[in-house]
């Protein structure tokens, strides 16, 4: 880890120009120590006053400094907006979600094995030194959305639920404002570097999410063990059902693309319709007409359908038939 | 810098790097090695210790940011001649086997049935507003963060859940 | 005094079984685990010497070619890049150390320097910053890629094996992959290395630590008596710590060069670089059998991997020999000379990649020839041993699979394919357990103390394996004392030299000499009072012969002192030594995602005398879950163009987490196998890994029809062969 100057901040403006902002420093520190990140200035937040959830408008207003396990834990989380309790329940492990913030968790960074290792090539690490994940182990990444230049992943599942609960993020700074996180991340085109529309000096302080959605919700997260890992392909599911038919849908879906991946075709081709599997099938191949694989990762396209045809059976009450 | 950090009740005054972990800070400035390192990315759980008592990776926790907040160690969970009701039931139970994972499963269970005891739900309960049943499944999982390769999970659930029963939380 | 035995011939009357303490077998709980729960344990990185200085390895960062400078490391006292560093770490039980000279790179990864530093941050830091500037040189690193060494004592056949395939009526002939796979014991290697003098004491986590020293006084420049080696605790091994490794040698070069005590800790991705892989290997099995399901012809081919020069290579075929009979046999042993990281031993080595393979053939074969898989398995159990005509020194496989099948409610089992439970398929699937059995050259000292105490010494590890217990309940059951009057110190390598803790051989050969040593104290105890010891009995302290009992401390007036020194014999060679087993899981596997969820296994073990109920269970669930790991998580990646390991950390390699493991079932068949010395125990640590991924693999098939013959079953395995 490269040195660097520790300052606490005790205002939100109380920040060290240049200063990078940790919090739960799950991500952060374990990037720091392989120096991916070297800020030379670390402030540490965790003393303001952000970690309230508060009613706003019809909706909630989640504190930045809230914790992942204190969010998910929430009673009104829990009883308004299921998904996002259960997709922070799948991610991480208990010691972690009692450490991440909301703030935090929106700005952690790929799990691109390329990108930590700093003996290789990385244009999200090092613009310009190419991509080692293409022609590389590409498991992980990206099918949606990825550029010759990165097939990173975004590796969350907070975010998810919020891209499906149409979430936004409050953001401080000389021009405050609030970007829905359908505009929050960005894809990499060819500045991979470049992830979220975050602008430096800028700090999250809260999420903000609208009225409770209702409906059916789910957060079907598929990996490659039973806790305790990275999703391979996760759907963040909201369907609200009228007379059996679909008269609700809101689909997310997580470790496909650089960013929480969202289809408003997809939506609108289920609304209206009667729930089958081939309707869902449909929706997926909606979804995926521009996806492609890199070797590594190419039985995402598939396993991204499948996840999304039983999460749809799941939340529309189909029942488990041949 | 200079950085004042409690820990099992006493506090101590340490000139540390600002880079210094929590978890760097209690091996190798406090001498309290019962805190492990298995991996010092956040990814085994072999560090956990209970931060304000909840249960938190020490690896991932810069010493400088945790010096208003108690920090109990394994250490200050019990001793060989006074064991704490989980440490009696790991060695009951054979819930280790190396002994490395050992006092991280055992800070992080201890924390663990504080949380059901909140109501807080986990990835296994089917119910996220339910009374929660001190299953195998829901103990496994919320005990995932925490990593044995000796592989004693078997045995450190059934050890959790016995002292859990003997608490008077059994489902 | 010392008691030697050589294992020349059976022991069939186990004087074991005449002792009077009853503690022997009994699920004592761990003597040191009071220490283990509450922290106070001490592992290799927590000695903390007077004046300690942190040392941090730098690791090339090409394939291979030589390393040209390496630069100065502001913040750090010292870069040391000394020709002594190792390449790769020492195979088990090596004597000399392994190559030196990190100027020509081998792998990526290699260790090359160590930084050393007052502080770890600054040392870390400085490693990082460390330039270094290499000449690179092309190097094959895919086992597949390249012509394979073929050598002539590894090959061997028996018959016309492609006459019997053409001639029977089924057949089987298909390949599998296993990745590498990596140890990931918990804790990293670590050594803490101080000189006095022209003596170097290391506390290091090491399973064997006899050869150990000699490998580490080899690779420093000194005798071996000049070194000494302290591993009193041992956090997980499982092959990985059987040889040193470039911790200890950095860690001894740096202290040496400094003057003051240093320690070296592997980062858990130099962990991932350093310690040895199990090789990835490559096997074709081919069988042949009869209408009636017995084989006629059994082909094992392996193709497995190592750096140019490693005289390891994994033994993948180790077991398939005498597992299961038939007339035309064939074994292949390939190795492709690549430069991917150094392969080694990694718990089990050849049955747990080997008859994990060869037991999910013996499934096709039972599906193709229409015999349940038990059936097919019970009716190929041969009575000696093929080739050789050796008789076994035990034979339990046929009374492993019929127990599990009753146990597991093997009845239960469905066509493949025919239950569902919403959206899971549910399956169950067996497999046989295999594992050679040996002993090892082994010493112990016991001190009978004038208080009726005893002490046991030997330089024998407990990486977790339970040691300290099993020795001390051996002492105490010989002795006639409580387990709480039986002190037992190990991992000193100034204690007599044991077996060491790998191979499974560890409890059998370091029990039989604490066993030993104990026989020549009851002797002298036999001495003082004028009897025979065999008519002595020694139980809760007391001495008794006839009527007369007396206590044990009343009777001493000094200590007594007894060696033991076990040497194994010709039941080696006159008789085929192996523990078996079965293994059994059900699985459900969920019909749109293709993920595995093990809902319980079943191990059912052969394994001679059971020396403690607790820990000898806790050793089969840990081999047990390594095997779930293997079928279905476990998987390092290699850069295809580099070699290097991609997967180096535990967020990327994936070990089993609790989530993962059901409740496990362990049962032991009751077994005396006099062939192996007086304890009549073999060993168990591996057998629970060996077949016990074929198991649940086997399940799959049995749920959804899926072969999956890529290990490991992840789901993109699963959902490539489901129905759409």
Not at chain 3, 540 to 547: A, D, E, L, P, S
Not at chain 3, 601 to 628: D, H, P, W
């Amino acid at each position: 880890m490269k040195p660097f100057t520790y300052h606490r901040a005790s205002t939100l403006t109380d920040r060290p120009a240049g200063a990078t902002i940790i919090a739960g420093g799950t991500n952060l520190l374990d990037l720091m120590k392989h120096e991916v990140m070297t800020p030379k200035a670390l402030v540490d937040i965790t003393a303001l006053d952000l970690n309230r959830i508060e009613a706003h408008g019809d909706g909630l207003r989640i504190g930045a400094l809230v914790r992942n396990s204190d969010l998910a834990a929430d009673p009104v989380i829990r009883r308004d907006y299921p998904l996002l309790s259960r997709a922070l329940l799948a991610g991480a492990s208990g010691q972690l979600r009692n450490m991440a913030t909301t703030g935090g968790n929106l700005m952690q960074r790929t799990r691109c094995p390329y990108f930590y290792d700093t003996r290789m090539p990385c244009n999200k690490r090092e613009p310009g030194s190419g991509c080692a994940a293409i022609g590389g182990v590409n498991r992980n990444h990206a099918i949606l959305g990825a550029s010759p230049a990165c097939i990173a992943t975004y590796p969350g599942d907070m975010a998810v639920a919020l891209r499906a609960l149409d979430a936004e993020v409050e953001i401080e700074s000389p021009a405050p404002r609030q970007v829905p996180l359908s505009e929050f991340y960005r894809l990499p085109a060819d500045t991979p570097d470049v992830e979220t529309v975050m602008r430096p000096g800028e700090i999250i302080t809260a999420v903000l999410l609208p009225a409770p959605a209702g409906g059916q919700q789910r957060y079907r997260k598929v990996r490659d063990r039973a806790s305790y890992a990275f999703a391979l392909v996760s759907v963040a599911a909201i369907i609200g059902m009228e007379n059996n038919r679909i008269a609700h849908a809101a689909l997310a879906f997580g470790g496909v693309a650089a960013k929480p991946w969202r289809d408003p075709g997809a939506e609108a081709l289920l609304i209206g319709q009667e729930p089958s599997d081939t309707l869902f099938g449909r929706a997926a191949d909606l979804i995926l007409q521009s996806a492609g694989g890199y070797g590594g990762n190419d039985f995402k396209i598939p396993l991204l359908r499948r996840t999304l045809i039983a999460t749809l059976r799941d939340a529309t009450g189909m029942e488990a038939t041949a | 810098m200079q950085i004042s950090l409690s820990v099992n009740g006493t506090s101590h005054e340490l000139t540390l790097d600002p880079r210094t972990t929590l978890l760097d800070a209690l091996r190798q400035h406090l001498g309290l090695t019962g805190t492990k390192k298995g991996c010092d990315h956040g990814q085994c759980g072999a560090c956990t210790v209970l931060l304000d008592g909840r249960r938190v990776s020490a690896c991932l926790t810069l010493a400088c940011m945790v010096q208003d907040q108690p920090v109990t160690t394994i250490e200050g969970l019990g001793t060989p001649e006074a064991l704490s009701p989980l440490q009696q039931q790991f060695l009951d139970h054979d819930g280790f086997q190396c002994g490395y994972c050992t006092p991280g499963q055992i800070c992080s269970a201890t924390a663990m049935l504080k949380e059901i005891a909140a109501g807080w739900p986990s990835h296994a309960s089917a119910d996220l507003t339910g009374p929660i049943a001190l299953t195998h499944a829901e103990i496994a999982e919320r005990m995932s963060g925490n990593l044995c390769r000796c592989a004693a999970y078997a045995n450190i659930v059934d050890a959790i859940r016995q002292a859990a029963g003997a608490q008077g939380d059994a489902a | 005094m010392t008691r030697h035995l050589k294992v020349d011939a059976p022991i069939p009357d186990s004087p074991l079984d005449h002792m009077a303490q009853g503690v022997l077998g009994k699920p004592v709980s761990r003597l040191e685990g009071p220490l283990k729960v509450t922290g106070r344990a001490t592992y290799a990185a927590e000695a903390r010497p007077e004046g300690l200085l942190y040392g941090v390895l730098v690791q090339a960062a090409i394939p291979a070619g030589k390393v040209l400078s390496i630069g100065d490391a502001p913040g750090a006292m010292v870069v040391i890049h000394d020709p002594r560093l190792i390449r790769y770490a020492a195979q088990g039980m090596a004597t000399e150390g392994p190559t030196a000279g990190p100027d020509e790179v081998e792998y990526m990864g290699q260790a090359i320097a160590v930084v050393v530093a007052e502080a770890l941050e600054a040392a870390q830091a400085a490693a990082q910053a460390l330039q270094v500037t290499y000449e690179a040189k092309d190097v094959p690193v895919d086992p597949e890629a390249v012509e394979p060494e073929r050598p002539e004592d590894k090959q061997s056949a028996t018959g016309d094996l492609d006459r019997a395939m053409q001639d029977a009526s089924h057949t089987l002939d298909q390949i599998w992959h296993t990745p590498s796979h990596t140890a990931a014991a918990m804790e990293p290697h670590a050594a803490t290395a101080e000189w006095s003098g022209d003596t170097l004491t290391v506390r290091a986590g090491y399973q064997m630590l006899a050869t150990s020293r000699e490998q580490l006084a080899d690779a420093v420049g000194i005798k071996p008596d000049q070194v000494r080696l302290l591993a009193p605790y041992v956090g997980g091994g499982f092959g990985s710590k059987l040889g040193i490794n470039a911790d200890s040698v950095a860690a001894a070069i740096a202290a040496q060069q400094l003057g003051r005590p240093v320690q070296v800790v592997m980062t858990r991705q130099q962990v991932f670089d350093l310690a040895h892989r199990r090789s990835e290997t490559r096997q074709r099995i081919r069988l042949a059998c009869d209408t009636q399901g017995k084989l006629t012809g059994i082909g094992h081919e392996a193709l497995v991997s190592n750096l140019p020069g490693v005289s390891f290579s994994e033994p993948v075929t180790q077991a398939t020999p005498f597992t299961y009979q038939a007339a035309h046999r064939q074994i292949v042993h390939a190795i492709a000379r690549v430069h991917r990281s150094c392969a080694g031993s990694v718990r089990a080595p050849g049955e747990a990649v080997g008859a994990t393979v060869f037991e999910c053939a013996m499934d096709e074969l039972a599906e193709t020839a229409g015999i349940d898989p038990v059936e097919l398995r019970l009716r190929n159990i041969p009575d000696t041993e093929p080739c050789t005509g050796r008789p076994f020194s035990s034979h339990k496989l046929a009374e492993a699979l019929r127990e599990g099948a009753a146990r597991f409610n093997w009845s239960d089992r469905r066509p493949t394919g025919q239950r569902r439970e919403g959206d899971w398929y549910i399956g169950m699937g067996v497999a046989s357990a295999v594992r050679v059995n040996s002993l090892i050259e082994s010493r112990a000292r016991v001190t009978l103390q004038a208080d009726g105490r005893a002490i046991v010494e030997t330089d024998m590890t407990d990486i977790g394996t339970g040691s300290y217990t099993i020795l001390g309940q051996i002492a105490a059951e010989t002795l006639g004392l409580a387990v709480d009057r039986v002190e037992v110190r190990l991992g000193d390598s100034d204690f007599p030299p044991a077996s060491g803790s790998g191979g499974s051989f560890g409890a059998a050969s370091s029990g039989t000499s604490v066993y030993l040593a104990c026989a020549e104290i009851r002797s002298q105890i036999a001495a003082l009072i004028g009897c025979d010891e065999a008519d002595l009995t020694l139980q809760n302290g007391q001495v008794r012969t006839g009527n007369v009992s007396r206590p044990l401390d009343a009777l001493l007036t000094g200590e007594l002192t007894g060696d033991g020194h076990l040497e194994p014999g010709k039941t080696e060679d006159t008789v085929r030594q192996a523990t078996w087993g079965s293994h059994w899981a059900e699985i459900a596997v969920n019909r749109w995602t293709g993920e595995v969820r093990v809902r319980r296994m079943l191990g059912v073990f052969a394994c001679g005398r059971v020396l403690n109920e607790k820990t000898a269970r806790s050793q089969c669930l840990g081999g047990m879950t390594f095997g779930l790991g293997m079928a279905l998580t476990e998987a390092m990646a290699h850069d295809p163009r580099d070699g290097h390991i991609v997967t180096r950390d535990l967020a990327e390699y994936h070990i089993p987490c609790h989530a993962d493991v059901p409740p496990l079932e362990v049962h032991f068949l009751t077994e005396s196998d006099t062939y192996v010395g007086p304890l009549h125990a073999k060993g168990l640590g591996e057998l629970g890994i060996c077949g016990a991924g074929a198991a649940i693999l086997n399940a799959i098939h049995n749920a959804c029809g899926v072969r999956v013959r890529e290990l490991p079953a992840t789901p993109d395995k699963i959902i490539a062969g489901l129905q759409s």
